[in-house]
């Protein structure tokens, strides 16, 4: 069974990673990876802006 990109899926709902092992950061899927770069931006943005703020009210 392939995805529309090629891409080969298992058959085996559980996995090649049973156990409850996680997978390599390469096969985390791909929402967890949006979310961190998401979170990053949001950190990023959030300690310029603080350090915008503390050097305009020195």
């Known amino acids: 069974m392939t995805q529309s990109h090629?891409?080969?899926?298992?058959?085996?709902?559980?996995?090649?990673?049973?156990?409850?092992?996680r997978p390599p950061a390469g096969r985390r899927p791909r929402a967890l990876r949006e979310y961190g770069t998401l979170l990053m931006a949001v950190v990023g943005l959030a300690l310029s802006l603080s350090t915008f703020l503390a050097m305009a009210l020195r």
């Open 6 to 21: 090629g891409q080969q899926i298992p058959m085996d709902p559980a996995g090649p990673h049973r156990g409850g092992h």
